[in-house]
């Protein structure tokens, strides 16, 4: 993307400009998740398809690893672009989150190409240093470990610095804060010990950490910002939901900690506190869901109190993925997590498609949307567009990939369903009972439909990046005629 995603509209703010890169490269990673997670989606039908070419387990790393660094990048790319709009200052360090940018992307890149090339080897110390680490979603060798920790020093430095010298609100205290956690979180995943439950005990620390407190609390800041620019909320409301919001994430989801400690050889007392805790998690997701729209319909009851006919929204595209993303969210990981969260439950859910169906609907809800949002959000600003109105390919995007998802969703929570039924219940588990219940036909139905659903997912993805690439240069024309 791509010229037509500009760069260069921003009257000398430099920080949104590097917003922009980061954008660009989000929704190629983006894209190429999609297509690898095809092709992994296919060899569930065709088993011996691309077999010794493009493996499953490269397909599925390359598909998991490529969705969390799209979002890191999403993310870094959305701080930058609100920071000087909430600090009132222009980013101190440009130069340097430049250079960072850059490196950060050539590192990526070549990380990739070496899983690509490299697909199976001997398991040895400099496997771990050069080719891949083996940690699920955090593949990367350490010498990209190592280079993720100074590019994300550098950029926190920055947000630092700047929040230091400018405006502290409350969404940038927020984030600030937030974003030491976040990163201070992925050193967790960085050692190596040869005892499994270890290594899983301490992973977790990265991927629950990550996705069930400190990234929601990432998302509670960037829907308060948000909702601000594009509705124009109410600034001590929604500082005071986001308050309210981390507290209760972190009330719920450090702990909640325990649904992962439940069969890998950790203490018996994490079952209670699993249970207990990570069952509060949905609490405050319903809260966020109910935050987002209550301030849109206070905001749009005052509009019509005031006679005001046409909408007060000014970036439709934005604001129908950041409602998609209180929606997503709460479903995802507050309804599809709740199911399997008790270990009653978990005790036949455990790892099978149940998970995956949960794992799709809850990054996608919790995540995908909101920094999609955020994507529209930089447009509109770098073509200097007052109103972005949604056209008929923003809404294709939007329809099609959330059908597709929610599709795929469906079709392997009916996969896992039939596991937990055969697999696990009347076959007690164990090798024969996983290849049996994977050969029924309510099993292969599912991943049918799933494939159909990643088709589906795959044409909105389409429309999404064709209507990125053309809405800003349309709609600006458009406004020039007005
Ligand atoms: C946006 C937030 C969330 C995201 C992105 C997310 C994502 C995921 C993913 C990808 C996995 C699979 C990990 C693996 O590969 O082993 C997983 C597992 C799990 N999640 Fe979530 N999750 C979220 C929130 C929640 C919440 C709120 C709950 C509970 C209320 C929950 C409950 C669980 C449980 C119990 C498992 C373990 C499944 C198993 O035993 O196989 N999740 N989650
Ligand atoms: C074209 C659409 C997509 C297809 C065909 C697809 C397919 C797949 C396949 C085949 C797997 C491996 C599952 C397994 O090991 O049993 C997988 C895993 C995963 N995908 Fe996708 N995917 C798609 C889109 C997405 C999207 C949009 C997201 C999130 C934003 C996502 C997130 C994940 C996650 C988190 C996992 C790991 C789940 C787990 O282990 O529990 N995928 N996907
Ligand atoms: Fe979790």
């Known amino acids: 993307m791509l010229t037509s995603i500009k760069t260069n509209n921003f009257a000398g703010d430099k920080s949104k400009e590097l917003a922009m890169m980061y954008f660009r490269v989000a929704i190629i990673l983006f ?14 039908i065709v088993p011996g398809f691309l077999f010794e070419i493009l493996d499953f387990s490269v397909a599925r790393m390359v598909h998991i690893n ?16 609100m920071l000087p709009d909430e600090t009132g200052i222009e980013t101190v360090g440009i130069g340097i989150g430049k250079l960072a940018f850059w490196v950060f992307t050539a590192a990526v890149t070549v990380v990739v190409l070496v899983y690509i090339l490299v697909q199976v080897g001997p398991g040895t110390e400099s496997t771990i240093w050069l080719i891949n680490e083996g940690r699920e979603y955090l593949e990367a060798p350490r010498w990209a470990d190592i280079g993720i920790v100074v590019v994300v020093l550098t950029f926190y430095a920055n947000v630092f610095f700047t929040y230091m010298k400018g405006e502290k609100t409350g969404i940038m205290t927020v984030m600030v804060a937030n974003l030491l956690a976040v990163s201070g979180l992925y050193l967790a995943g960085m050692f190596f010990t040869d005892n499994i439950s270890m290594d899983q005990y301490w992973w977790w620390w990265v991927i629950h950490l990550w996705v069930e407190a400190t990234w929601e609390v990432f998302v509670g800041a960037l829907a308060a910002y948000a909702l601000i620019r594009l509705i124009g909320a109410k600034r001590e409301v929604v500082e005071m939901w986001l308050w309210i919001e981390v507290l209760m994430l972190f009330g719920s989801g450090v702990l909640g900690l325990g649904h992962h400690y439940f069969w890998i050889g950790t203490p018996e007392y994490w079952w209670e506190i699993g249970a207990l805790f990570s069952a ?6 319903v809260a966020m869901f109910v935050h987002v729209l209550y301030d849109w319909g206070k905001e749009q009851g005052i509009a019509k109190g005031q006679g005001k006919t046409g909408s007060i929204l000014t970036n439709g595209p934005a604001m129908a993925w950041i409602v998609m993303n209180a929606f997503g ?3 995802g990981a507050g309804i599809w997590g709740f199911f399997h969260t008790l270990p009653q439950v978990n005790i036949y859910t455990h790892g099978t498609q149940f998970t995956a169906a949960h794992g799709h609907l809850a990054f996608f809800g919790a995540y995908a949307t909101i920094l999609v949002g955020m994507m529209y959000i930089g447009l509109q600003s770098a073509y200097g567009i007052k109103v972005l109105k949604a056209n008929f390919k923003s809404k294709m995007g939007i329809i099609l990939i959330s059908f597709g998802v929610m599709g795929m969703t469906i079709a392997l929570t009916v ?4 596991q ?26 599912a991943q049918l439909w799933r494939m159909i659903m990643g088709v589906v997912t795959f044409v909105g993805f389409i429309y999404l990046i064709w209507d990125l690439l053309t809405i800003g240069k349309t709609q600006k024309a458009l406004q020039a005629q007005a």
């Open 280 to 285: 509060l998690e949905p609490v405050p997701l």
């Open 420 to 445: 937990v039924l055969i697999e696990r219940a009347e076959l007690g588990g164990g090798w024969e009972a996983f290849f049996t219940a994977q050969n029924l036909p309510w099993y292969v139905q």
């Open 31 to 44: 894209g190429a998740q999609l297509l690898f997670g095809l092709v992994a989606a296919f060899q569930f």
């Open 329 to 331: 969210n709460f479903l």
């Open 415 to 418: 996969a896992g369903y039939e």
């Open 66 to 81: 490529a969705l969390v660094v799209w979002m890191l990048f999403a993310m870094i790319g959305s701080v930058y672009f």
